[in-house]
């Protein structure tokens, strides 16, 4: 009898095992396959794309799209200064929410519950554009790379999710050890909590490349041209070949040829912007899973 039951629960185990990845593997597919078809479309000729013919493999391949991308010069300055953008960027703001979060995982702080509301009321109200580039002015930081950090830095959501991950995820014990041992709060915080808190450090190293890698519009209120990071280049491209092709329409033939470029263009765009991004996060995936299960619910 016992072992018809292990040979039942073994066979549903089964069952379930190969519905779940079956599962998986669908939503892995609907997730994954509009970022290849763009893959895709960005080595086809447009009209094709748009006719339907481009499924798994490109058709009539060509490179126009990225030559004509690649063709301004400007491209390669976009790409140094959203690299550099990104790192100081990511370290400022990662520091930032860390230094933030950690006091005010602290219930011994004095003034903590109104601190949390002052931060949580930014989330829903804000001063709005105008405001904020007359701050930015009147501090002297237009056409300085600062005003993309300085006025944002801290994500309050973010600074949210660490602390919690400090209150419920850090070892009370472990904390209060080092205290009776005589550290201070700054050498417990640089010695137990940092050390401990590598997965969710992944986590917002994630979240501020991602949003200052594609940040483009503060860096077009507030630099100059050759300031200019990689979106924003790419959306200048992206304008001019449509401009160009909008003012072709009086020449015969020099509309459908310009217009087909522009095309390629938008997918050849997609694809040059998402490709940092894409190929660095298999190496944090590991941190950041851990960062998001490591908070989770205990029962």
Known sequence: MQVKEKKLRSLSDKTSDIILVVFCTVIMLIVAYPLYYVLV?????????????T????????????????ADQRIFSGYLNSIKYTIIGTV?????????????????????????????ITMYFGGG???TYLVVKNTGLLNNMWALFLPGGVAVGNVIIVRNFFENSLPGELLEAAEI????????????????SRSIMAVMVVFSMVAYWNDWF????????????????????????????????TISGGYAELN??????????????AAPMLIIYPFVQKYFEQGFMTGAVKG
Request: hydrophobic residues 50%; aromatic residues 14%.
């Open 181 to 196: 041992d005589g550290a201070s709060h700054l050498r417990t915080f640089l010695s137990i909590v940092i050390p401990l």
């Open 129 to 131: 554009l105008v405001p």
């Open 92 to 120: 400022y703001s990662v520091v930032l929410i860390f230094c933030t979060a950690y006091p005010l995982s602290k219930r011994s702080l004095p003034g903590r519950k109104w601190i949390s509301i002052f931060f949580i």
């Open 55 to 70: 499924f798994l493999l490109p058709s009539q391949f060509t490179l126009k799209g990225y030559t004509s991308v690649f």
């Open 218 to 249: 503060t860096a077009l209120i507030y630099l100059k041209a050759d300031q200019a990071p990689l979106p924003l280049v790419l959306r200048n491209i992206l304008i001019r070949s449509s401009a160009s092709a909008s003012q072709a329409s």
């Open 260 to 273: 087909k470029v522009t095309e390629m263009i938008k997918f050849a765009s997609i694809i040059v912007a």
């Open 41 to 53: 479309a960005s080595f086809s000729d447009p009209y094709d794309v748009y006719a339907g013919k």
